[in-house]
């Protein structure tokens, strides 16, 4: 119905399917972002890595958790995989040649937001070989203990990753609340890291599509679904219909 109010419209939505789109939005904002190529054909790819610093990685424009991505450690490697026609730029045959950014300190930070603002930030640990960084199938801590079964996925790949409630700099927070309100995203996570290579923040990834970190009371201190409940609530009903709901169930 015309005038009904969506979570995570149409346009948060044309970010979460188009990685290209979402490097505009961060050189934008004069945000840092992976030095990138974006091709829509393999016989560019030779081209394209050309000034780019190896490894790199072909990653499809639209994808997840890690879909989609190979890393290449030379262009030799590079030319065999176009030579054996393994790869595959996506459903909508477009891609990024991206610069590999080693982490520092062998993390990622995801910082989850609500209603355009800040809302919660973990590391996540990773070898750096695996691309599937979605924090609500990580089921451990970084101290190496285990999560409440129940919070995890089931059938979460156990990748050995760890994650910690993490505080980022006010800096960081006011840039990642410019991006997810200028994408009209109302819930989601931004994902960035530092390169090892020279320091710089890089911001690689949004996600309208969001889920919390597992067992999130233990990890970063409260509940964030009960926030998210109370932000439905509001956008649902209006915040003076809401209040008078909270206040008759309290007397």
Do not use: W
């Not at 890291?193 to 970190?213: E, H, T």
């Amino acid at each position: 119905m015309f005038g009904t109010k969506t979570i995570n419209g149409y346009k948060a939505f044309s970010y979460e399917v188009s990685k290209a789109a979402q490097l505009s939005l961060l050189k934008k904002l004069g945000l840092g972002y992976p030095r990138t190529v974006v091709i829509n054909h393999t016989s560019q790819l030779l081209r394209a890595v050309q000034g780019l610093r190896f490894p790199v990685v072909v990653k499809a424009n639209i994808g997840g958790s890690g879909a989609g991505i190979t890393k290449y450690d030379s262009v030799v490697s590079l030319r065999a995989a176009i030579e054996d026609n393994e790869i595959s730029l996506g459903i909508d045959n477009t891609a990024l040649v991206q610069e590999f950014i080693p982490a520092r300190g062998g993390y990622i930070t995801r910082v989850e937001t609500l209603a355009g603002r800040y809302l919660y930030a973990i590391k996540v640990y990773t070898t750096g070989e695996s691309f599937n960084l979605c924090p609500a199938d990580i089921c451990q801590t970084s101290d190496g203990k285990e999560l409440l079964r129940n919070a995890c996925a089931l059938d979460a790949p156990k990748n050995g990753l760890k994650v910690e409630g993490y505080t980022p700099p006010a800096e960081v927070i006011q840039a990642i609340e410019s991006i997810v309100q200028h994408a009209g995203i109302d819930v989601g996570g931004i994902e960035y890291m530092i390169d090892d290579r020279d320091g710089k923040l890089v911001y690689y990834d949004v996600n309208a599509l969001s889920n919390f970190v597992a067992d999130a009371v233990n990890v970063i201190g409260f509940n964030p679904h009960e926030k998210l409940v109370d932000f439905l609530a509001t956008q649902a009903l209006g915040k003076k219909t809401l209040q008078s709901i909270n206040a008759s169930l309290t007397q």
